[in-house]
């Protein structure tokens, strides 16, 4: 490859955090051979470290090591408690270099679902598939090369170097810079790629898989501005070679910024195209800001996480400013200062230096305390400070006390009082985030609309017409909920424009709180069921089976011949819902039984699966052998959130009756997963001999 041999020499020594252990580790290269039936991994690596104290020996992180032979003529290498352990002695200033062959079975970190392989580093580690070192302040340069594919398609960080041999083709992907190794990605599956290019260069690589390039465009729009603008306003270039992104079917986290190659639900591709096409917006800023805080830039112990995610989503919430407009903005603002507000109500929050955190004190906290910092010392100075932190601990590892030392020099303003108000202390300034919030003129009018409610209508509809014709989405929300709880209802004139509107933000809070229809709201509301936005239809189909419950059937059979109802199984699942809650004939409720197993099987994604399970249990039938089956196989899940619902259905099902016949219906044909899960919990269910 191309440069490498140069790669391998190079010393990164920006961090400001020096290492535990003697081993400092250069590069690690790769020769990958993964293999989907088998859910294994094999692979060649040649390590460059050196070491700091004299030592006999070193060890890299490893888990779950099947084989491993030395290929350093004389060097011994050796797996044991977690490590490979490389044999010396070694020396301080010598660069070492040390190869050896492994093979390994993933599991967790490396998946092997519906025909695509990926893996997820952090909270997982990367050494479940790749030695390598847990430790984030070790920057690394990794180059991967992944043995022939064809006819898949190879993603990992890095640029792609395409090398042909011995009858292949691989894959090889060569990184400039080091990285921690919770960044590494890999993926490998039939995805097809799209591509932009920022105003200043960089080159981003946008991928979806085939049945999904519907959804593409809408996802992926915002990508190259977004990129262009966090440049800009972080004040230091894209710090990577390229860009990627790339969607995965029951990804265990909204994204993940692996360097250069963010990761995500592909749940979000659809939700783009069918509920909001601003739903991967942020999403795609917060991981693209990932790139330069926490991948760039990386915390040095875990009670600095929120200089990862604090940062990313403040900059989410920038680049929402900058493109999406000050309306958006400060409702972001308003929302996350809420969830502060209620976490501080229920004693959730902890000390943003704290390893102890929630995702509610590292990023929403986190990026709080980061606009009252901006408010505290000025525009011109946060952005210097930012600008000359990023740029003094490029590509090393950081603290919070280098962050504050960072912004002490860069402005003259006392921030002790900020430091323990929002970075030490548990509780909650709401003072500073009521002012901050009420110096915007958006939020300050929507927060006095807000004291409106429980007026009569009379008394406020003056000022709700002049400031609903104010075209302000946030204050029309609002408006328009007070509408639905008003005594007198909504002037029929009234709603029917809302019900023509196709604003699908108002429509949404019409739908979801009014409950006064008549006859005359019908046309309006079979309309809204043709709507493009899928959220909106559904509420209009669930208001017309449950308000006009005679005609229901109508409604049904009339909705039943529109493609969505065919295509899109969020409405399916409904459908299926509203059908069955009434009288029909068994041979009808047998098809619904039949068509909801179909959507419980794992060709779809958990979000489908668990309403499956849920209109299950709320049309109250009764469990069968193939029910229990994909209960079973939700049950063993790789995504821990949909894992644990099916296992508490499971107990809630075992409480209620005997499973263990339904359970020996499928004696002998089990996956192993489902007998090592079903043998710790129901052992009784398993024939002895």
């Known amino acids: ?65 099947l084989s491993l032979s030395s290929q350093t003529q004389g060097a011994q290498v050796k797996h044991q408690e977690g490590k490979v352990w490389l044999f010396g002695p070694f020396q301080p200033g010598t660069i070492y270099e040390r190869g050896f062959t492994y093979s390994m079975a993933p599991k967790k970190a490396m998946y092997f679902d519906r025909g695509i392989i990926w893996t997820q580093g952090q909270g997982m580690e990367s050494a479940h598939w790749l030695p390598s070192r847990n430790d984030t302040r070790d920057k690394i340069i990794f180059n991967l ?25 691989d894959s090889c992907f060569v990184m400039e810079h080091p990285m921690s190794s919770y960044l590494l990605a890999l993926v490998i599956g039939p995805f097809e790629r799209q591509t932009q290019t920022t105003t200043s260069g960089v080159v981003i690589e946008n991928y979806h898989r085939p049945q999904d390039s519907l959804y593409a465009a809408v996802t992926y729009r915002y990508s190259s501005e977004i990129l262009g603008f966090l440049e800009k306003e972080i004040g230091y270039g894209y710090p990577w070679s390229n860009y990627k992104q790339v969607p995965i079917v029951d990804f265990l ?29 942020e999403i795609n800023a917060h991981e693209m800001a ?10 040095a112990h875990d009670q600095d996480q929120w200089l990862h995610e604090g940062f990313a989503t403040f900059y989410s919430w920038q680049a929402i400013r900058h493109i999406l407009g000050p309306e958006q903005y400060q409702k972001e603002l308003y929302t996350a200062a809420q969830e502060l507000i209620s976490g501080q109500s229920r004693q959730a929050l902890q000390p943003l230096i704290s390893d102890q955190g929630t995702s509610l004190d590292y990023y929403t906290k986190g990026a709080w305390a980061l606009v009252q910092l901006q408010q505290l010392i000025g525009v011109e100075a946060f952005v210097e400070s930012i600008k000359s932190f990023v740029h003094q601990y490029a590509y090393g590892s950081v603290t919070t006390s280098d962050f504050i030392n960072v912004v002490a020099r860069q402005s003259p303003v006392d921030l002790s009082a900020w430091e323990n108000d929002w970075l030490r202390s548990s509780a909650l300034p709401v003072d500073q985030i009521q002012r901050t919030l009420g110096g915007f003129p958006i939020l300050a009018e929507y927060m006095a609309l807000q004291e409106q409610r429980g007026l009569p209508l ?12 104010e075209g302000v989405v946030l204050w029309q929300e609002e408006i328009v909920y007070q509408w639905t709880q008003a005594i007198e209802g909504i002037d029929q004139k009234r709603l029917s424009a809302l019900l023509a509107s196709e604003d699908h933000r108002l429509l949404i809070v019409l739908l979801n709180h009014y409950d006064q229809w008549g006859p005359q709201d019908l046309d309006g509301l079979v309309r809204q069921t043709q709507s493009s936005n899928m959220i909106v239809a559904m509420w209009a189909m669930w208001r017309l089976c449950n308000h006009f419950s005679q005609d229901k059937a109508i409604w049904l059979r009339q909705t039943d011949r529109q493609t969505r109802v065919q295509q899109q199984p969020e409405f399916r699942l409904l459908w299926l819902y509203l059908s069955a809650n009434g009288q029909q004939p ?55 959130r949909f894992r644990e619902q099916c296992r508490a259905n499971l107990v809630r099902w075992a409480s209620q009756e005997d499973l263990t016949d339904l359970f020996r219906q499928h004696e002998g044909r089990w996956p192993q997963a489902v007998m090592d899960f079903v043998n710790r919990t129901y052992p009784d269910w398993i024939k002895t001999p």
Request: hydrophobic share 40%; aromatic share 12%.
């Open 458 to 469: 009379a008394q406020k509809a003056a000022r709700f017409n002049e400031r609903y014709n």
């Open 145 to 169: 090369c992944v043995k022939g594919q064809t006819p898949l398609r190879v993603i990992s960080n890095g640029v792609l170097e395409v090398t042909q041999g011995m009858g292949r083709q």
């Open 290 to 299: 990932h790139q330069w805080f926490g991948n760039l830039v990386t915390k």
């Open 253 to 281: 986290y909204a994204g993940m910024e692996n360097t250069a190659c963010t990761l995500f639900d592909q749940h979000f591709m659809r939700a783009a195209y069918y509920e909001d096409a601003l739903g991967y917006f």
């Open 586 to 640: 068994e041979e009808v409720h047998k098809t619904i039984e039949v068509a909801l197993h179909g959507f419980m099987a794992p060709e779809y994604g958990y979000r489908i699966r668990s309403e499956a399970f849920s209109y299950f249990d709320l049309i109250g039938f009764k469990k069968s052998s193939a029910t229990l089956a994909y209960l079973l196989d939700g049950s063993t899940h790789h995504y821990w």
């Open 1 to 65: 490859m191309r440069g490498l041999l140069i790669l391998l020499l190079i010393s990164f020594s920006a961090s400001s955090q020096a290492l535990e252990d003697p081993l400092d580790v250069l590069s690690i290269t790769a020769q990958l051979e993964p293999t989907y039936a088998a859910k294994m991994i094999k692979g060649k690596v040649v390590v460059s470290f050196e070491v700091t104290t004299p030592v006999d020996s070193v060890g890299l992180d490893a888990y779950n090591v």
